[in-house]
């Protein structure tokens, strides 16, 4: 992008070298076993991404929304599932921490976060509520100089490999009355249950994180008791763009992909890249991918600049899942039968792209943000 600072194509040029070293070469095999490329994650550190958005003196890059962006839409491009273990664990886990923690749990969990000596999960939805996250039923109850935690959380990405989860409950009868708090994992009543296997994000392992009177201490309630709602409302904004950066990741990978069958396979005697048919798909798949960088970067980087809206997260999360959803049906259709085959890794990235219309909140919940916002004058 043309306003990316020096620094941000630098992140570029070492994000796209490493995802096509550690993560796509990999990534068919660990999509097949539904492994989790625990090593190409450990290697992240390496390159200061763990913890993208965190401060430098925890060992933080102090980037922003634009930096991991980036990260996401380069490891996207490679691995999708490994991506959104990347999200999980530096949006969701590492930069609320960053941005609600006390200076203590900063000091404590961040370091050993950003140097990938710990992982970290998020647990926000539940098996009954997923779409409305403010409705959750995990209970937290004061005891003394502890919390008792009892619920369940679902869907949890990294639930498996996790140390330390942030962790949503409900701490008041009021709607609202939401606190978080840092569990580790090894706390008393907190375990993690089956694997969930999936459609796609293979590659990235989802789980429940069970609470049966697990005891936390006080010192890892987040911010103040009832205090969560702003948090969660806070960061949904980050997570929803970057993880468009993973569809945008997806849907460049396909364009190249088609770039390059359509000049290798031949048909009737020519190349495939000489049909018009052809050519009409590559032409509006590259440009329904540049509209998709365009709009995810330029919302990035408003973001970046402390501009906020209650639509603007949710407009590209909205659009580039769906447009990149559609860009590698197209891919796999021009692919032909090769494309539907497992030879190819566009099926995988049909797959894995199809969550980032899920996870985050689904299309009809951010549809159902934005009318609210544009009809909010409306009275009937
Ligand atoms: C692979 C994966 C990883 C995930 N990782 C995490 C994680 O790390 N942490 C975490 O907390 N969560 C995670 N999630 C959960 C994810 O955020 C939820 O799945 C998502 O918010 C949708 O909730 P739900 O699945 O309960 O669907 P529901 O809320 O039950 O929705 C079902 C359908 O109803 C629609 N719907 C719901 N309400 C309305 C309405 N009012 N109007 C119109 N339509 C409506 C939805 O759009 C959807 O189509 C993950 C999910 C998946 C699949």
Not at 346 to 361: C, H, S, T, V
């Amino acid at each position: 992008m043309w306003f990316f600072t020096d620094e941000e194509k630098e992140l570029q040029r070492i994000c796209r070298d490493f995802a096509s070293k550690e993560l796509a070469p990999a990534a068919t095999l660990h999509d097949e076993k539904e492994s989790f490329n625990l090593s190409a994650f450990k290697k992240m550190a390496d390159l200061g991404v763990l913890g993208i958005t965190a401060d430098p003196q925890y060992g933080g890059a102090g980037l922003g929304a634009t930096a991991a962006t980036i990260v996401m839409e380069e490891f996207g491009a490679a691995c999708a599932g490994s991506t959104l273990s990347y999200l999980a664990h530096s949006i969701l886990c590492v930069n609320n921490i960053q941005n609600n923690g006390s200076a203590e749990q900063k000091e404590k969990y961040l370091p050993k976060l950003i140097t990938g000596e710990t992982i970290g999960c998020m647990g926000m939805s539940e098996p009954e509520y997923g779409s409305d996250a403010v409705g959750i039923q995990t209970k937290a109850k004061k005891d003394g100089e502890n919390y008792i935690i009892n619920g369940a959380k679902m869907w949890i990405t990294n639930a498996q490999y996790a140390d330390i989860a942030y962790v949503y409950t409900r701490t008041g009868e009021e709607r609202k009355n939401l606190s978080t708090f840092i569990v580790e994992k090894g706390t008393p009543g907190f375990s993690v249950g089956k694997p969930i296997h999936k459609m796609g994000m293979r590659s990235s392992p989802t789980g429940e994180l069970v609470f049966d009177n697990a005891r936390v201490p006080k010192a890892n309630l987040v911010g103040k008791e009832g205090d969560s709602i702003y948090h969660m409302m806070k960061n949904l904004d980050i997570e929803r763009i970057t993880i468009a950066g993973i569809s945008l990741g997806i849907a460049q990978a396909c364009v190249d992909q088609c770039i390059k069958y359509a000049g290798e396979r031949k048909q009737f005697g020519k190349h495939l890249g000489s049909f018009q048919m052809i050519q009409k798909m590559i032409a509006e798949m590259s440009t329904e991918t540049e509209m998709m960088r365009s709009f995810l970067y330029t919302t990035a980087k408003r973001y970046d600049m402390g501009e906020r809206g209650p639509s603007m997260a949710a407009q590209v999360k909205l659009a580039l899942p769906k447009m990149a959803t559609k860009i590698a049906l197209d891919a796999i259709q021009l692919h032909g039968g090769y494309g539907y085959s497992r030879e190819f890794p566009l099926e995988r990235m049909m797959r894995d792209n199809k969550l980032n219309e899920i996870g985050a909140g689904t299309n009809e919940v951010m549809i159902m943000i934005i009318a609210k916002n544009l009809l909010k004058d409306l009275r009937d």
